[in-house]
């Protein structure tokens, strides 16, 4: 009997803890301001881990969340503190993510290795044929393991491939039941898409690669764009894995200000961004809007999107003009500084927060959270701050 009460208990946390996102998501007032905070690796440092065994063990990566979880009064949870399963991008030789433990010194921080993987002649290649040519051009460049396309040495890791995402998916699936049973705690987004600027400005161009493209390849650029609209589209819904609950989480990188000119942004940036997005609504699914930086000069074109279908996060955007220019459209959330989470006191991170929310949660429609994903340097206690500030200034 004991045990099926706490389930009970559990479930009916789970859908007061859910119920207040989605309300909050949908621009009404839910009974408190929901409480999101992306933690990261801050988690691995609370619950006493190197670095090493978050990226390296995934049973670890679980426990530290258990004990954030145990801890701290949140409404939702992103996951695990790892976004990566480092014995996974070892397997195959990758070349682009560095790891504590290998690579790096047990507890430094994971590094992505940006390079132009994608040469300026691929475009054509790329264009026409994008699955050819990440097979036969793009796997071989960045992983050792791959590096003779159809050897016995590049089928076995596409094998070993494979079969390590099936388990960290099946881990990660186990782990988000595990949360739901045992904490009442829903995730905050399923699923993970890109702009495609961002994939092409990341992954394949880097920075320098397409900042000259955009001057002596304009063309090819829009083509490439173009064509990754759909392809995000749909892997922004399979990794969802039929989600339509929750959003899917945009990180945002080269869109925030001034990474790219006016005309840079509404030529190259915007228009690819804004179908993705759309597309992604039009099946139901709504996005997290993670604007990096300051998107401040953007807000107007911001509000073509249709009506709460995104979240949009504040990082360094203006508050007030988010506020005014979209808090009747869109359910906004963040922007507690991650600097002042670092190196501020708990009485300062309590000010900020009853500011926040007495200025821009009082309609509804605000979830509170830090301005970027925490990390490391994140002191504890003003975490505890900025969860009691919260639930005493932020009830409706």
Not at 14 to 36: H, S, W
Not at 64 to 82: E, H, N
Not at 124 to 142: G, M, S, V
Request: charged share 25%; with cysteine.
């Amino acid at each position: 009997m004991e045990s099926s009460s706490n389930n009970m208990a559990k479930e009916a946390l789970y859908q007061e803890r859910l119920t207040r996102y989605l309300k909050a998501m949908q621009g009404k007032k839910p009974d408190k301001v929901p409480i999101r905070l992306q933690m990261s690796e801050f988690m691995a440092k609370y619950a006493g881990m190197e670095l090493q065994e978050i990226y390296y063990d995934l049973d670890r990566n679980i426990a530290a969340t258990d004990k954030i979880l145990t801890d701290f009064d949140v409404d939702v949870t992103m996951g695990g503190p790892s976004l990566w399963w480092g014995a996974l991008h070892d397997a195959v030789g990758a070349k682009y993510l560095k790891f504590a433990g290998n690579q790096l010194s047990a507890n430094q921080q994971f590094q992505f290795v940006e390079h132009e993987y994608m040469l300026p002649e691929d475009y054509d290649a790329f264009i026409d044929n994008p699955t050819q040519w990440i097979l036969e051009t793009l796997l071989p460049r960045i992983h050792t393991e791959f590096s003779d396309p159809g050897s016995f040495r590049a089928n076995l890791a596409l094998i070993k491939g494979s079969a390590g995402m099936v388990v960290a998916n099946s881990k990660n699936q186990q782990a988000i039941d595990h949360w739901a049973k045992n904490y009442g705690m829903p995730m905050s987004v399923t699923g993970m898409v890109k702009a495609p600027f961002d994939t092409l400005g990341d992954t394949l161009r880097g920075l320098r690669g397409i900042m000259k493209d955009l001057r002596k390849r304009p063309e090819k650029v829009l083509a490439a764009l173009d064509m990754l609209v759909a392809h995000n589209i749909y892997y922004g819904l399979a990794t969802s894995e039929g989600d339509r609950v929750l959003p899917v989480f945009l990180p945002l990188h080269r869109g925030s200000y001034p990474f790219l000119n006016p005309h840079e942004w509404n030529t190259f940036y915007w228009p690819s961004l804004k179908k993705v997005i759309e597309g992604l609504w039009s099946q139901g699914k709504r996005t997290m809007f993670y604007a990096e930086g300051n998107w401040t000069p953007y807000l107007e074109r911001i509000l073509e999107l249709p009506e709460t279908s995104i979240v949009f996060h504040m990082d360094q955007t203006d508050p007030q003009q988010t506020k005014k220019i979209l808090g009747s459209r869109f359910c906004i959330s963040g922007n507690v500084p991650n600097s002042l989470m670092a190196y501020g006191s708990p009485e300062q991170v309590r000010e900020y927060v009853k500011r926040l929310l007495d200025n821009y949660a009082a309609d509804g429609g605000f979830i509170i959270d830090t301005a970027g994903i925490m990390q490391t340097d994140v002191k504890e206690e003003n975490v505890m701050a900025l969860i009691e500030a919260t639930r005493k200034y932020g009830v409706y």
